[in-house]
């Protein structure tokens, strides 16, 4: 991590957003199975609408600013 200080709306924005993203889900999840959605296609569309955000938030802002950018290793790699 680095060792500078995060101005507040970006450590909020990047420190916020995954328990937010899961904490959406689960509110999204619960209240629509208690409201009486069905389970088949409500819970798959949910999980996946999440995980896309997911994706998304970890392209944009990684854990470590150095995954961000390729490393100059081959896309495939083989061990011989």
């Known amino acids: 991590?680095?060792?500078r200080e995060l101005p507040l709306i970006d450590a909020?924005?990047?420190?916020?957003?995954?328990?937010?993203v899961v904490g959406a889900t689960a509110v999204v999840l619960f209240g629509g199975l208690a409201a009486g959605w069905p389970y088949f296609p409500t819970v798959p569309l949910i999980v996946a609408a999440a995980l896309?955000?997911?994706a998304?938030?970890?392209?944009?802002l990684p854990f470590?600013?150095?995954w961000k950018w390729d490393q100059g290793s081959p896309r495939f790699q083989c061990n011989k």
């Open 64 to 66: 470590h600013a150095a």
């Open 1 to 3: 991590m680095n060792t």
């Open 56 to 60: 998304l938030l970890e392209r944009k």
């Open 52 to 54: 896309a955000i997911v």
């Open 12 to 20: 909020a924005v990047r420190y916020g957003s995954y328990p937010l």
